[in-house]
Structure formats: structure tokens, C-alpha cells
């Protein structure tokens, strides 16, 4: 498919353990963008990636978090020591310009933390 | 946006109506906006966007209105369908700031009774 896609789904782990949730996005989006969206709310912006670098992280909720993509397309979330309240859904969304045009979402990680 | 918890403001319209969504955003210095439709299980898809240079954009079936003036944005369904049902979401940056990361509002739940 052509969409962003995201991996895994769905993904159940323990307090206090480590993450990583994947982003592929659409090919030749040079902007990549990471939400967090908690039951019944809008999503919430974590971090953006203009080709390699991160170029706006200031939505990272503490140094717990931290995003990575090294080649300028896949980018990887990790979460380090992770909490109950990390619980969520985390959106994937790419865009073809840094101008704030259309960004294309994925289906979403559930992220659930026992 | 502020947080509306487990309780989505709702709207319900018979099929074949139309159908209006209604949206405020605070930051004056917001000049892109977007509407998103959200099924359950899925990601935010894109609907419709318009510039803050203008004050109307239609599409299929959609209409965006913008009043800059009291800064309200509504989304305008003509025809509501079934598979109209769904959670929308308003949507924002500013562009002319440099800030790419969109600013989601809380969401409004639309049931379309068949």
C-alpha cells in the first residue's frame, strides 16, 4: 500500500520496560511527525522530523522519550521506563513539505502499559 | 484543545440531512486549518484544509466556513451518509511561525441515524 504504516498494532508491555514503535512513512515525504492520542482526545504533537533530523521535539512529554530516523524515511519512537499514563495510541503522520500542507496519518500503535 | 475526557461532544442527524461542526481555535496566529475524520480503530484521515486568506473551501459533499474575526471554523456535511459516522476533528498550525506540528481541538462525534 501507499499509506504511512506502523508496526506492531498493538503492543502490551510492563511498567518500567522499554519500547520501540515503528513509522514507515509514505515514499518521498521528507516531513515525519509523531502524535499521541489518549482515549477520547485529540491527538497531541511529540516530535517532528524534517529529513534526518528531529527539527521540533518540544512536544516529547520528558527525557523518557526519544525518536529516531537515521535514513530520512523509517523513524522509530522509543520509550524508555515505561509508565502506566504512557497508555495510548501513537499516530504516525507524514507530509511531502516542511510548509505545513496535508499530513497523512497512520493507523495508529496502541500502546498499552500493565 | 481542551480535553472533553470519555465524553465527545455528539452530534446525531438523520440520514440525508445536513450535517454542521462546529470548531474554536485560540491562537490568532493559526493560518492553516484542517479537518479530519477519525473511525474507530483508524487514523485521523484528511477531509478538507483551507488558508487563513480565505473564508469558504468546498469540496465533495464538505464545506469548510473560517470566521478569523471570532475564530470558529465549521465543517459542513451536505447529505450526511452512514458511513459519515465517525469522530472529527478541527486542526491547526501556523505556518508564517515556522511551527509545522498541528494542534488538534477535542473532537465532536457524529451519528447518522439510517
Known amino acids: 500500500g501507499a499509506g504511512v504504516s506502523q508496526t506492531p498494532s498493538n503492543k502490551v508491555t510492563e511498567k518500567g520496560k522499554y519500547v520501540e514503535l515503528r513509522c514507515d512513512p509514505i515514499?518521498?515525504?521528507?516531513?515525519l511527525y509523531w502524535y499521541r492520542q489518549s482515549l477520547g482526545q485529540g491527538p497531541e504533537f511529540l516530535i517532528y522530523?524534517?529529513?534526518?533530523?528531529?527539527?521540533?521535539d518540544s512536544g516529547l512529554p520528558n527525557d523518557r522519550f526519544f525518536a529516531v530516523r537515521p535514513e530520512g524515511s523509517v523513524s522509530t519512537l522509543k520509550i524508555q521506563r515505561t509508565e502506566r499514563g504512557d497508555s495510548a495510541v501513537y499516530l504516525c503522520?507524514?507530509?511531502?513539505?516542511?510548509?505545513?500542507?496535508?499530513?497523512?496519518f497512520g493507523p495508529g500503535t496502541r500502546l498499552t502499559v500493565l | 484543545g481542551e480535553s472533553v475526557g470519555l465524553h465527545l461532544p455528539t452530534l446525531s442527524v438523520q440520514e440525508g440531512d445536513n450535517s454542521i461542526i462546529n470548531c474554536a481555535y485560540s491562537?490568532?496566529?493559526?493560518?492553516?486549518f484542517i479537518w479530519y475524520k477519525q473511525e474507530s480503530g483508524k487514523g485521523p484521515q484528511f477531509i478538507i484544509d483551507?488558508?487563513?486568506?480565505?473564508d469558504k473551501r468546498q469540496g465533495q459533499r464538505v464545506t469548510v466556513l473560517l470566521n478569523k474575526t471570532v475564530k470558529h471554523l465549521s465543517l459542513q456535511i451536505a447529505a450526511t451518509q452512514p458511513g459519515d459516522s465517525a469522530v472529527y476533528f478541527c486542526?491547526?498550525?501556523?505556518?508564517?511561525?515556522?511551527?509545522?506540528?498541528?494542534?488538534f481541538g477535542s473532537g465532536t462525534r457524529l451519528q447518522v441515524q439510517p
Open positions: 515514499s518521498g515525504h521528507t516531513a
Open positions: 522530523f524534517q529529513g534526518t533530523g528531529a527539527a521540533d
Open positions: 486542526a491547526e498550525n501556523s505556518r508564517d511561525t515556522g511551527r509545522r506540528a498541528l494542534t
Open positions: 491562537n490568532s496566529a493559526s493560518d492553516y
Open positions: 483551507i488558508r487563513s486568506n480565505m
Open positions: 503522520a507524514s507530509s511531502t513539505t516542511s510548509g505545513g500542507g496535508e499530513q497523512f
